[in-house]
């Protein structure tokens, strides 16, 4: 049974920080690249951060220098540590798992809920 689970989120003020975790089970967590996406309302889904499975990452330009994305092996668990909030961060963030074989296989999380308000 694969899943993966999200935690960390909540409602936070503009400026203020904030850090999800997504803990992963049923697969080989070290082979895959892990991700996280996020959907506001009425909005799709759209890439926040990547991090591979050699430790490469990447960033939607919209969150680029303030938030970075972590991954610990050990722990079959990828994180996303978010400063500098602002409003239109508020959405449903998931967490993704990937693996390129002869095609894409993805597996998501249930999502957790970010908000931000003043």
């Known amino acids: 049974q694969v899943q993966l689970v999200e935690s960390g989120g909540g409602l936070v003020q503009p400026g203020g920080s904030l850090r999800l975790s997504c803990a992963a089970s049923g697969i080989t967590f070290s082979i895959y690249a892990m991700g996280w996406y996020r959907q506001a309302p009425g909005k799709q889904r759209e890439l926040v951060a990547t991090?591979?499975?050699?430790?490469?990452?990447n960033y939607a330009d919209s969150v680029k220098g303030r938030f970075t994305i972590s991954r610990d092996n050990a722990k079959n668990t990828v994180y996303l540590q978010m400063n500098s909030l602002k409003p239109e961060d508020t959405a449903v963030y998931y967490c993704?798992?990937?693996?390129?074989?002869?095609?894409?296989?993805?597996?998501w999380g249930q999502g957790t809920q970010v908000t931000v308000s003043s």
């Open positions: 991090v591979s499975s050699g430790g490469t990452t």
């Open positions: 993704n798992a990937r693996r390129v074989l002869i095609t894409v296989v993805d597996f």
